[in-house]
């Protein structure tokens, strides 16, 4: 095994949360970082995280660039639904994830916006677990059921009780606390009411749960531009070839406060 490996797995069982976009840039931020880094993408329907690598290399190919890139996994679940096959799953995912830690350093998982036992066994074998939620109140109930008038929690989600079954298992089997980190995600530029109650909320659940409350990842045009040149905002600057802006500088810092949260040493990308 790769000393001191890491399985970083981001979660929501929400769609368009930002988690695929989430991944490569993690991704590629340790690979500039000097880390040997390997993906799996579970949301083998929607494909996401695997189009945006597929689009890398040929933006790469076409422009002779050298990229740095993952070493991409595929993982799809079975087609037939019941408990063999959902064991079967799971002992292939945990399978892949064991070979890989023996060279990678660092694994990203990204998973589907809705329940599988699949995306479950990923969730199991984290040892760092990413949740971006949307700027939105509609979005915070993936954690928690809020009261729409008085905003106090009235129950926490069945995602929420998941992971403290999974922590509850780590400590079981003597395993590290695996961190959870709620990434507040797509964040208007513009003040309004809505932005702030959400982040009222996500720093209450932050007490309540107990997890790490990151705010967070600003909602830009360039994340949108990048995805068909399967390009990072650490890309642009390391290229050289596109004018930099004071949104590309934020969009690099906010990552970085991103990394620095996870705090697995940074290197040289703090420079």
């Known amino acids: 095994m790769s000393e001191n490996s890491y399985v970083i797995v981001v979660g929501n069982e929400k769609g368009g949360s930002g988690k695929s976009t989430l991944s490569i840039h993690l991704a590629i931020a340790y690979l500039y970082a000097g880390y040997k880094v390997a993906t799996i993408d579970l949301d083998g329907r929607q494909g996401t995280l695997t189009h945006y690598i ?26 037939f639904s ?10 292939q995912l945990n399978a892949e994830i064991t070979d890989l830690k023996k060279e990678y350093d660092i694994i990203i998982i990204d998973t589907p916006g809705t329940f599988s036992h699949l995306s479950n066994a990923g969730h199991k074998n984290a040892d760092i677990l990413i949740t971006p939620v ?12 809020i009261d729409p008038y ?10 929420t ?4 079954y999974i922590q509850q298992q780590r400590a079981e089997l003597g395993k590290d606390n695996l ?18 109650e959400v982040d009222q909320i996500l720093k209450l659940l932050q007490q309540k749960i107990g997890f790490n409350y990151i705010s967070g990842i600003g909602e830009r045009v360039v994340y949108r531009e990048m995805f068909l040149k399967g390009l990072t905002i650490l890309d642009l600057m390391e290229i050289g070839k596109e004018e930099i802006t004071l949104s590309h500088i934020a969009a690099k810092n906010e990552l970085l406060t991103v990394l620095n949260t996870i705090n697995i040493p940074l290197k040289n990308l703090n420079k």
């Not at 009780?161 to 403290?164: L, Q």
């Open 82 to 91: 019941n408990k063999k096959s959902s064991s079967e799953d799971e002992q």
């Open 54 to 79: 597929e689009n890398r290399i040929r933006h790469a190919n076409n422009n002779k660039l050298t990229l740095p890139m993952p070493e991409h996994l595929v993982v799809t679940p079975s087609q």
């Open 150 to 159: 008085t905003k106090n929690i009235i129950s926490e989600s069945q995602y």
């Open 134 to 145: 949307n700027d939105s109140l509609v979005d915070i109930d993936v954690i928690a059921n």
């Open 179 to 196: 961190r959870w980190i709620v990434l507040r995600n797509r964040i208007s530029h513009i003040d309004a009411k809505n932005k702030r």
């Open 161 to 164: 009780n998941n992971i403290r």
